[in-house]
């Protein structure tokens, strides 16, 4: 009897087992067709894409640097990329939040690199299990950092509360190009994440004052999305007015949740609506956040 209760529980285990490495396979084989594209900015900038948040990447004689590593499967694709522009692992890591589709590249590039990120980034990555001590911030910051990197000047600079309540975008001075993070999806609705410390209000000051430093000619990478400019940016920024106040006045008007689903969001916006974010999710957003500010 003894004997063949261990036998049902190493059957168990084994079980238990496979399903854990078939689920690591599916895991992996959703990336297995994931290609990563790079398109050249300047001299030294690059801006890549793949499945996850956009990569900002800067090679030169310095070595590299990049802006966030999307999902871990995606690791050695990444470096693939990076070795058809430049020899060599990356000296630095900048993580603009800490959700994983921007850092789960960090544990194999933080082996070689040091990884630099806003103190909350930390936090919220150290709160994880299992997490790889590799794949943690070794620079961390409250409100601005700078690089000097590849003759151009690298400035850090969280805003407060907006995607998280961590993110930092990435301004190239010279180069004239920004790295926006998740404060920018362009032509979608944005991902504001509530429940770690973000702000519909702190995510559209956070990109009102960003416009207020770039010029027409300033490159924009979005965290999702093709490369944009300021136009396209002030067109996001105008959504997200149109969008706060059209669910202040729902509000005011003393319309529920599910009323204001039923009706919609207003037609003009009906397209912006995308796989992750629909448009129940952005307005369920909105609600959730503004409806706490009466």
């Given at each position: 009897?003894?004997?063949?209760f261990?036998?049902?529980?190493?059957?168990?285990?084994?079980?238990?087992?496979l399903?854990?490495?078939?689920?690591?396979a599916?895991?992996?084989?959703?990336?297995?067709?994931?290609?990563?594209?790079?398109?050249?900015?300047?001299?030294?900038?690059?801006?890549?894409?793949?499945a996850g948040?956009?990569?900002?990447?800067?090679?030169?004689?310095?070595?590299?640097?990049?802006?966030?590593?999307?999902?871990?499967?995606?690791?050695?694709?990444?470096?693939?990329?990076l070795?058809?522009?430049?020899?060599?692992?990356?000296?630095?890591?900048?993580?603009?939040?800490?959700?994983?589709?921007?850092?789960?590249?960090?544990?194999?590039?933080?082996?070689?690199?040091?990884?630099?990120?806003?103190?909350?980034?930390?936090?919220?990555?150290?709160?994880?299990?299992?997490?790889?001590?590799?794949?943690?911030?070794?620079?961390?910051?409250?409100?601005?950092?700078?690089?000097?990197?590849?003759?151009?000047?690298?400035?850090i600079?969280?805003?407060?509360?907006?995607?998280?309540?961590?993110?930092?975008?990435?301004?190239?001075?010279?180069?004239?190009?920004?790295?926006?993070?998740?404060?920018?999806?362009?032509?979608?609705?944005?991902?504001?994440?509530?429940?770690?410390?973000?702000?519909?209000?702190?995510?559209?000051?956070?990109?009102?004052l960003i416009?207020?430093?770039?010029?027409?000619?300033?490159?924009?990478?979005?965290?999702?999305g093709?490369?944009?400019?300021?136009?396209?940016?002030?067109k996001?920024?105008?959504?997200?007015?149109d969008?706060i106040?059209?669910?202040?006045?729902?509000?005011?008007?003393?319309?529920?949740?599910?009323?204001?689903?039923?009706q919609?969001?207003?037609?003009?916006?009906?397209?912006?609506?995308?796989?992750?974010?629909?448009?129940?999710k952005?307005?369920?957003?909105?609600?959730?956040?503004?409806?706490?500010?009466?």
């Amino acid at each position: 009897m003894k004997l063949r209760f261990q036998r049902h529980i190493i059957g168990l285990s084994a079980l238990a087992l496979l399903a854990l490495t078939q689920t690591a396979a599916m895991a992996d084989d959703k990336f297995n067709d994931v290609t990563i594209k790079s398109k050249k900015l300047d001299n030294n900038t690059y801006m890549f894409i793949g499945a996850g948040g956009n990569i900002g990447v800067s090679a030169g004689s310095d070595g590299i640097l990049i802006i966030d590593d999307q999902y871990a499967p995606l690791a050695d694709k990444i470096t693939a990329a990076l070795n058809q522009i430049q020899p060599g692992a990356p000296k630095y890591i900048v993580n603009t939040h800490y959700h994983a589709d921007h850092t789960g590249g960090n544990a194999h590039f933080g082996e070689q690199g040091t990884i630099l990120a806003h103190h909350n980034v930390l936090k919220r990555l150290q709160a994880q299990n299992k997490i790889a001590s590799s794949a943690l911030p070794v620079i961390t910051y409250g409100d601005n950092i700078s690089i000097h990197f590849n003759q151009d000047t690298l400035e850090i600079i969280h805003l407060g509360p907006g995607h998280t309540d961590g993110d930092s975008v990435v301004i190239w001075q010279k180069a004239n190009i920004i790295h926006m993070g998740d404060l920018y999806f362009k032509d979608r609705f944005p991902y504001i994440d509530l429940d770690a410390g973000g702000s519909v209000t702190g995510y559209r000051e956070n990109v009102s004052l960003i416009l207020d430093r770039l010029d027409n000619k300033t490159k924009v990478i979005p965290g999702h999305g093709d490369l944009a400019d300021k136009n396209a940016l002030f067109k996001f920024k105008h959504m997200l007015d149109d969008s706060i106040n059209w669910m202040r006045g729902e509000i005011e008007l003393g319309h529920d949740l599910a009323s204001i689903k039923k009706q919609g969001v207003p037609e003009k916006y009906a397209d912006w609506s995308w796989e992750f974010i629909s448009a129940d999710k952005w307005i369920e957003t909105l609600y959730q956040d503004l409806s706490t500010q009466r």
